[in-house]
């Protein structure tokens, strides 16, 4: 069964770094493009990144680039999301996801196979 598995989230000061990690189990993730969203409390899931299959293409949503990074190491069928310089309003319950595609998409309708999430605070 198709699974995803978020971590490392926490509570960090605004400035500080966290690192996420995807992983998956149930298939490999080779051949799909995985994304990265965030859905704060009151509001509705965004888009955060999203990493082709070759990871050779990656896009991010304006607000994070420059302090994101997606990453995927696929020998241990894994995607990473390296977060610096956090902000108050990064705070979100962050998921993965993955589509029938080595492509990335715009659209959270275009993903599925959601994960359970992982909490990111960022506040002082």
């Known amino acids: 069964q198709l699974q995803f598995v978020e971590s490392g989230g926490g509570l960090v000061q605004p400035g500080g770094s966290l690192r996420l990690s995807c992983a998956a189990s149930g298939f490999r993730l080779d051949y799909y493009a995985i994304g990265w969203f965030r859905q704060a409390p009151g509001k509705e899931r965004e888009g955060v990144s999203c990493?082709?299959?070759?990871?050779?293409?990656?896009n991010y949503t304006d607000s994070v680039k420059g302090r994101f990074t997606i990453s995927r190491d696929n020998a241990k069928n894994t995607v990473y999301l390296q977060m610096n310089s956090l902000k108050p309003e990064d705070t979100a319950v962050y998921y993965c996801?993955?589509?029938?595609?080595?492509?990335?998409?715009?659209?959270?309708?275009?993903?599925?196979?959601w994960g359970q999430g992982t909490q990111v605070t960022v506040s002082s």
């Open positions: 996801a993955t589509r029938p595609s080595p492509y990335c998409s715009s659209g959270a309708d275009d993903f599925g196979s």
């Open positions: 990493i082709e299959s070759s990871g050779r293409n990656t």
